[in-house]
């Protein structure tokens, strides 16, 4: 069955870096889009962009560029969002999430709390 | 990009129907028939229960359909029950290869 299974809690200072891992299982991992969702402190989900199938090009929301990078390895089916120069405003869940066709996305991750705070 | 407007709160009882809408423009909504609505409950996964606008994956309720006129999209939960109590979130895909999400309404069962 599909999984995705991503790494836990940070806590990090500002400044710092933080780089979350989403662990794809039971389907073929390259031959789909995976997608980055944030949800900050009492707000909504917030789309953030996607590595995309078979090539692993990324694509960027607006807001989510310069310090935002996403990257996949394709030889343990991981997916990664590295964030540089945290700052408090990054304090959110980060959720990764399976394209199952444009915009469908069929499962998630369990998500991962980034916490920024001096 | 703006988000998708929702209704912030709808509620309903128990067996009422009731609509969440989501607005957006000729640019995604309006555009194609790529939209989805997601059921987020506290501490849970998002849960997607409908696809390309009226679409439902296997497993979920035949309470939920979803619609679409020109760039609203709508969401009507039917016979509603408690545990429908969630935030229902509405997304499109784009004209520019990007996905927006509404807001997000927060249904409350009375």
């Known amino acids: 069955q599909v999984q995705l299974v991503q790494s836990g809690s940070e806590l990090k200072k500002p400044g710092a870096s933080v780089k979350v891992s989403c662990k794809a299982s039971?389907?073929?991992?390259?031959?789909?889009?995976m997608n980055w969702v944030r949800q900050a402190p009492g707000q909504g989900l917030e789309w953030m962009g996607y590595i995309k199938a078979n090539t692993g090009n990324p694509r960027y929301a607006q807001g989510f560029t310069g310090r935002f990078v996403f990257s996949w390895d394709t030889s343990v089916t991981t997916a990664y969002l590295q964030i540089s120069n945290v700052e408090a405003e990054d304090t959110a869940v980060y959720y990764c999430?399976?394209?199952?066709?444009?915009?469908?996305?069929?499962?998630w991750g369990q998500g991962s709390l980034v916490t920024v705070s001096s | 990009q703006s988000a998708l407007t929702q209704p912030a709160s709808v509620s309903g009882s128990p067996g009422q129907s009731i609509t969440i809408s989501c607005t957006g423009s000729?640019?995604?909504?309006?555009?194609?028939?790529?939209v989805s609505w997601y059921r987020h409950s506290p501490d849970k996964v998002p849960k997607l229960i409908i696809y390309?606008?009226?679409n439902r994956p296997s497993g979920v309720s035949t309470r939920f359909s979803g619609s679409k006129s020109g760039n609203t999209a709508s969401l009507t939960i039917s016979g509603l029950q408690a545990e429908d109590e969630a935030e229902y979130y509405c997304?499109?895909?784009?004209?520019?290869?990007?996905?927006?999400f509404g807001g997000g309404t927060k249904l409350t069962v009375l």
């Open positions: 000729s640019s995604d909504v309006g555009y194609y028939n790529y």
């Open positions: 390309d606008v009226f």
């Open positions: 039971g389907y073929t991992f390259t031959a789909y889009s």
């Open positions: 999430a399976r394209d199952a066709s444009y915009g469908d996305y069929d499962y």
């Open positions: 997304s499109s895909y784009t004209t520019s290869d990007t996905v927006i």
